[in-house]
């Protein structure tokens, strides 16, 4: 069960189950979304890498967790205690905190803060202790590399174990290798500058594309127990052209980088509004191929880059651009967890990704040919897929059919037509009933799903969230269809429990609900729309 799940059965529930030992206290990586909760004891939880979005919470315990690289997007903190909490690397946007204490947290220089109020740039309640820069000089040999692939691969085995990584860290120190270093200031005061202050020894073969040459960098990294977890790389200057596959390939060879897991690829300079030129990633993957660190990376992003609206209209956004060739790269990461591919054309190739989980493709208008390479992947552990600005014409039943052979949870179709064919589909198929989230938001809802949703809405009910936020509805269904509890219309909105709505088993199904299987303002109408053509699940 996952924590979210966890958290929707209550408080009580939840907290006697963590007294109990039966909540694992390694939860990296957890997806919270539109949750509303309070009173929850999530002290000591490892929530590093997590998301929380849109979530209210209130009363919860904290103390002692880590959200090391937690990204939290909206919702509320209202007197929730962070005390001894580890937030290096975290993001908080758009987030409100309210009453909450943060005495003894650390990794406050490392925060990311955007639009968010009540915590400002560090705690008033941090101890002095905390605050106060690290008295002791750095001790190191200027280009000492130690390796011992016994620990490396000790570490590599378990990249979460944070006594491992300060253990590691130590002996590096030991060696006199500057990484050390890295590893035990991480999360505490003064880890940013101490990194901008020894970029050259740190990164010796990146450090002025880190500075950006006085402009902006065409390096970001992100840091994990010290060393570089991930790097976007983008070269948008034309002041300063860089060759992008040369580039991954000084960072992928740099010491810190050596346990890199997620590499993602912005723009390459060359690239003009307007789709003028092409953004060719061929020869970054023909660099990529001779890299033996390949096998550690679970993450890749390609084309990442803002669409941002140029002009009042709604819809009027700066174009994708294409992606190019990506086909040779699939056989180098056996390990690859999660993928994203932003562009508008180019060659997948043959998607054979056995550890993939996420697969995120957001295109507009995309070539016949990219649809075919996503329908015949091969992907057994898929749990996540999205496929966004999907304006043309496809194969929506095949996509379905090819979905339905792998333990899909979440699948997004944003920006779609109409969700007409698709709750139509869903409902004759069997990926329905594994789903957990249906995001179709950004798309057209008509009076025909609206009917055809609250006709089978025991069908839907055992989902955690069917976004239908940023659609057009039709006022005759508009009050029903909102006030279902796994309906989200607006993306802020935290969701109600849905205990009530438990999964029916294959006998229970029918033709519609009776009136004990729907709220009551879920209630059809007495006189049904007899002039819509809406079949029942089987297609009738």
Known sequence: MTLSEELR??????????????????????????????????????????????????????????????????GR????????????????????????????????????????????GKPATVSDQQTAPLAEEPKFVAGKVAVDEARE???????????????????????????????????????ATFVQDHLESLFPSFADELRGGGQAPEVELEFRHGLVHGALLHALSRERP?????????????????FIRRLSFGLNHDVTHYGERQNDYAPVIESLIKEPKLQRLTHLEFGIQEREVVAD????????????????????????????????????????LPSLRVARFLTDNPDEQVVDEILAARWPKLEH?????????????????????????????????????????????????????????????????????????ARFSHLERLDLSDSQFDVRRDDAVAKLPFVVLDRKRALPTVEQYEEPSD??????????????????????????????????
């Not at 962070?82 to 993001?91: D, E, P």
């Not at 990584?165 to 991480?186: A, F, I, K, M, P």
């Not at 040369?246 to 010491?255: F, G």
């Open 77 to 120: 903190f209202e007197r929730c205690d962070f005390r001894g909490a580890r937030l290096s690397g975290a993001t908080f946007e758009g987030v409100e905190f309210a009453e909450c204490d943060f005495e003894g947290a650390t990794g406050f220089d490392t925060l990311e803060l955007l639009d968010t109020r009540g915590l400002g």
């Open 313 to 352: 209209e709604q819809y009027d956004r700066e174009p994708l651009h294409s992606f190019g060739d990506l086909s040779e790269l699939w056989p180098h990461v056996p390990h690859l967890e999660q993928l994203t591919v932003q562009g508008n054309g180019g060659t997948l190739g043959n998607l054979e």
């Open 9 to 74: 059965r209550g408080p009580r529930k939840f907290n006697a189950r963590r007294k109990a030992g039966e909540i694992p206290l390694d939860q990296s990586g957890a997806t919270l979304s539109h949750l509303f909760f309070a009173k929850a004891d999530l002290s000591k939880l490892d929530l590093s890498n997590s998301e929380f979005e849109d979530c209210e919470v209130s009363d919860c315990d904290f103390r002692g967790a880590s959200l090391e690289g937690a990204y939290v997007h909206g």
């Open 242 to 258: 860089v060759k992008l596959g040369e580039l991954a390939h000084r960072v992928l060879a740099a010491p810190a980088c050596r």
């Open 507 to 540: 006998d229970e199904y029918d033709d519609g609900p009776d009136d004990s299987d729907l709220p009551e303002e879920a209630m059809p109408p007495e006189a049904p729309n007899a002039d819509l053509d809406i079949p029942d699940e089987h297609g009738d």
């Open 153 to 191: 691969r000790d570490i590599d085995a378990h990249p979460n174990d944070a006594a491992r990584w300060l253990v590691y860290g130590d002996w590096l120190q030991s060696e006199g290798d500057v990484r050390g270093e890295l590893v035990t200031r991480h999360g505490k005061p003064g880890f």
């Open 385 to 457: 897929f999205e496929l966004w600005e999907f304006d043309s014409e496809f194969d929506l039943e095949a996509l379905l059919h090819a979905l339905s052979a792998v333990p899909l949870k979440h699948l997004a179709l944003p920006g779609m037509m109409s969700t007409d064919r698709l709750f139509e589909l869903l409902l004759a198929g069997s990926l329905l009933k594994k789903l957990k989230v249906l995001d179709v938001h950004d798309t057209p809802f008509s009076e025909r799903s609206a009917a055809f949703l609250l006709r089978n809405v």
